[in-house]
């Protein structure tokens, strides 16, 4: 017994010693590294433990559900630093079959080593265990089988390696390295080909890279190169900046997916380094040689201030959305977005003006603009015809030129909409129709 005491003393000092050599500033520095990367976004299910995993993602072929990558037994306690930079940066499990490239190790490949040792080092030793067992995915077989993903990853996942700077800039470098490495921002605003791969991983990949992308959940991930109609040409580095630090700005407000990544990740990464993505993201030409700044027109709002609400989708603009966006579209500053010359309003797909109309959302706090501020979903109280006459209105008015929309296109999303709508919502919308 006496032996035994003594063992157990040794092996929970051994064990103690163990946890205080951990560098504890490279568990500081990963628990950056993966706000920076946003990976508490996906590996954690609604009201569910942090890493635990269990988030439903839609695929077009099936619902996957993200990994527990808590240092758990169920989670990756097992993983050596080889098995987690395997599945972070080369897409293979610790059993070796290919993720889902939901998992966005294409961009991950070009994650610094000493990055990702930092990485591992805070999810063994800074995030805190959680004994929850991974979900099988909802994806019918055959789709389901894993092996056609290893002929995926061949084609198409970039040569793992460190980031390479190529520029002169030291701020644009470092952006470079942030927007497409950790901050995969090309997994979502980078529109893929039929087989699914993005088309472009980086600036040096041609103007696809970042252009914008299909719909996804009922969202459009806008277009992040230069231009003025769709992109951020008509945004300067500072109100960027602003954006990506409280989720509002000058000239806009966060919505949909990009709430998150405000809310989990970039409200708490650095001036500098906010700074350093903006500066990257200001340098993209546009995508259309022929892009202008947007040139305000005032007909509209001289008709709305003299009562003339004879415009297609006036009246219902007047009566559901002046009191917050104002009649001459303008808005009110870091409350209610500007709808004059919002680049989210004059995307070729409408898809997400139209799903926030019926919707509606909510512009989440942080820490440096702690309001917040909810608009309303419109679903129960507007028919399809009304929707699209206020969309068309407000895609066309104060010098915007989206192109009109058809009470088809909003039912298409309706219909996709309810699914996830809550009983007393779908009640009244049924009740309305």
């Given at each position: 017994m006496k032996n035994f005491v003594i063992a157990t003393l040794a092996l929970l000092g051994s064990a103690s010693l163990h946890a205080a050599e951990v560098d504890q500033n490279l568990i500081k520095q990963g628990a950056y590294l993966a706000r920076a990367g946003d990976c508490v976004a996906c590996h954690t299910a609604k009201n569910g433990k942090p890493f635990a995993?269990?988030?439903?993602?839609?695929?077009?072929?099936?619902?996957?559900?993200?990994?527990?990558?808590?240092?758990?037994?169920?989670?990756?306690?097992?993983?050596?630093?080889?098995?987690?930079?395997?599945?972070?940066?080369?897409?293979?499990?610790?059993?070796?079959?290919?993720?889902?490239?939901?998992?966005?190790?294409?961009?991950?490949?070009?994650?610094?080593?000493?990055?990702?040792?930092?990485?591992?080092?805070?999810?063994?030793?800074?995030?805190?265990?959680?004994?929850?067992?991974?979900?099988?995915?909802?994806?019918?077989?055959?789709?389901?089988?894993?092996?056609?993903?290893?002929?995926?990853?061949?084609?198409?996942?970039?040569?793992?390696?460190?980031?390479?700077?190529?520029?002169?800039?030291?701020?644009?470098?470092?952006?470079?390295?942030?927007?497409?490495?950790?901050?995969?921002?090309?997994?979502?605003?980078?529109?893929?080909?039929?087989?699914?791969?993005?088309?472009?991983?980086?600036a040096a990949d041609g103007k696809t890279f970042l252009a914008g992308s299909a719909p996804l959940e009922g969202w459009i991930a806008k277009s992040l190169r230069g231009d003025h109609k769709d992109g951020l040409g008509s945004w300067s580095e500072e109100q960027l900046v602003q954006f990506l630090k409280t989720g509002r700005s000058d000239r806009s407000a966060v919505f949909g997916g990009m709430s998150d990544v405000v809310t989990h990740s970039m409200q708490y990464m650095t001036d500098a380094d906010l700074t350093a993505i903006a500066r990257y993201l200001k340098s993209l030409p546009a995508s259309d040689p022929a892009d202008q700044p947007h040139q305000y027109d005032e007909k509209a709002a001289k008709a709305l201030w003299n009562g003339d609400d004879s415009l297609r989708g006036a009246s219902v603009y007047i009566d559901s959305c002046a009191a917050c966006h104002r009649t001459d579209g303008h808005g009110y500053t870091r409350v209610f977005p500007a709808l004059a010359g919002n680049p989210v309003l004059q995307t070729e797909d409408p898809t997400s003006l139209i799903h926030i109309v019926l919707k509606g959302g909510t512009l989440p706090a942080t820490h440096t603009a702690p309001s917040t501020f909810t608009m309303p979903g419109f679903a129960w109280r507007l028919s399809d015809q009304e929707v699209a006459d206020v969309v068309s209105f407000i895609r066309g008015s104060w010098g915007n030129k989206g192109t009109p929309v058809s009470a088809k296109d909003v039912a298409n999303l309706r219909s996709n909409d309810m699914e996830t709508m809550s009983p007393n919502d779908l009640g009244q919308v049924t009740e309305h129709q």
């Open positions: 995993g269990g988030l439903p993602m839609e695929t077009p072929i099936g619902t996957i559900y993200s990994t527990n990558i808590t240092p758990d037994k169920s989670g990756i306690g097992d993983y050596s630093f080889e098995d987690f930079d395997q599945a972070v940066r080369h897409g293979v499990a610790k059993n070796g079959s290919t993720l889902y490239p939901a998992m966005p190790y294409p961009s991950y490949a070009r994650v610094n080593k000493a990055d990702m040792q930092a990485l591992y080092a805070y999810f063994m030793h800074g995030v805190a265990p959680v004994a929850q067992d991974n979900q099988d995915s909802d994806i019918p077989w055959p789709l389901s089988m894993r092996w056609p993903l290893m002929g995926w990853r061949w084609l198409f996942a970039p040569k793992v390696e460190d980031f390479t700077a190529t520029g002169e800039d030291a701020v644009i470098n470092r952006g470079a390295y942030l927007v497409e490495g950790l901050g995969h921002c090309g997994a979502c605003h980078t529109p893929r080909a039929l087989t699914m791969q993005e088309k472009s991983l980086s």
